[in-house]
């Protein structure tokens, strides 16, 4: 299995941009779908962006985020544009082998990565 870790959180202020990666150590990478998942305290884990194995197809629940990969590099990226406080969370990597953008859900994916924390604070 593919083991992944997370980086590019921190601390900005309200209207800055963030862009995470998610890193994907091992075999087969490119046979996952990948999806960015946040969760902030009490409250439930949710979706934030996912891409398809293969087709290229992406889904995000705002049009502020933006979701990429760099299969050379075993490395999917999370653009977070405009930021506001209520986007403060830990960010979530996870895979799923021979997955579609369009179901982009947490319980639909197999394996996480540690995540990462997004704070938007003045």
């Known amino acids: 299995q593919v083991h992944l870790v997370e980086s590019g959180g921190g601390l900005v202020q309200p209207g800055e941009s963030l862009r995470l990666s998610c890193a994907g150590f091992g075999p087969r990478f490119d046979d996952y779908a990948v999806g960015w998942f946040r969760q902030a305290p009490g409250k439930e884990r949710e979706a934030v962006s996912c891409i398809s194995t293969s087709d290229g197809q992406t889904y995000s629940v705002n049009a502020r985020f933006t979701i990429s990969r760099h299969n050379a590099n075993k490395t999917v990226s999370l653009q977070l544009n405009v930021l506001n406080p209520e986007d403060t969370a830990v960010y979530y990597c996870?895979?799923?082998?021979?997955?579609?953008?369009?179901?982009?859900?947490?319980?639909?994916?197999?394996?996480w990565g540690q995540g990462t924390q997004v704070t938007v604070s003045s």
């Open positions: 996870a895979v799923r082998l021979w997955g579609s953008a369009k179901v982009c859900y947490p319980e639909a994916y197999d394996t």
